[in-house]
Structure formats: C-alpha cells, structure tokens
C-alpha cells in the first residue's frame, strides 16, 4: 500500500462518501492504538493520586490528561467502527482529521495550563496548606 500524501488534501479523497475498503493490518493497528489510548487513560486517572506531588492541581491536571486519552481513544475506535460499516456520512475520511485538529488543540490547551496555570495555582494551594498547617481544625 503506498502512501500518497498530496492525496490527502484533494477533496474527493477526504469527502468520498463511500471510501475503499479498510485493509485488515490498517484495521487492527486503528484498533490497537484506539485501545491502548483508552486504557493508558483509565491508568492515568486511576493512579493520579499515587504519583509524589499530591497538590490538587497536579492531581486534576494527571485526571485531565486521562480524560483526553479516554475521549481520543473512543473517538478513534467509533470512527473506526462507521468505517468498517462503510456508513454514507460518517465512514468520511475528513472526520479524522477532524479528531486530530481537536486531539492537538485539547492538547496544546493542556499544555498551556500545565505550563502556564497550574504552576502559579500550585503556588497558591503551597502557601495555603502552609497556613492552615498551624491553625486548628
């Protein structure tokens, strides 16, 4: 199978209602990466705790990035599903990159507040527990 990627931006390409057939290698490895991102997001969220900076921030910032993983890796295996069942309007090859300009920009949006936010509100939350360490319950 060649890779042609000028293809990819011709629009009878990306908005073919009913695409060719999915090869079965292109299936299980849309299939594996679709699972594996759902499962590496369920881990995360699970064990947003167990990691040694308890702050809140850091704890909804690791149950954040779990969240993306899960809602990517559904996304991916639902697309996959209508192009299976070679559905009219939804088995459209535009979809997916559709789900990668969300997945990057939820992720640059990530990013940003891990970068930018969560830092200064980690700060906050310090000097917080600080004080409420001397004052009684």
Request: proline share 5%; aromatic share 18%; charged share 20%.
């Amino acid at each position: 199978m060649n890779l042609d990627l000028a293809k990819l931006f011709e629009p009878s390409y990306l908005f073919s209602k009913f695409p060719g057939q999915i090869s079965k290698s292109f299936m299980v490895a849309w299939l594996v990466v679709g699972v594996v991102l759902i499962i590496a997001g369920t881990v995360i969220k699970i064990f947003a705790k167990k990691y040694n900076n308890p702050l809140p921030v850091w704890i909804q910032m690791r149950r954040r990035v779990g969240n993306w993983f899960i809602a990517s890796g559904f996304v991916f295996v639902v697309f996959l599903f209508f192009r299976y069942e070679r559905t009219p309007w939804f088995s459209v090859r535009a979809w997916i990159l559709v789900w990668l300009v969300c997945v990057i920009a939820w992720g640059a949006y990530l990013g940003f507040v891990a970068l930018k936010k969560a830092p200064t509100i980690a700060k906050e939350q310090r000097e917080q527990a600080r004080i409420r360490k001397y004052l009684p319950n």
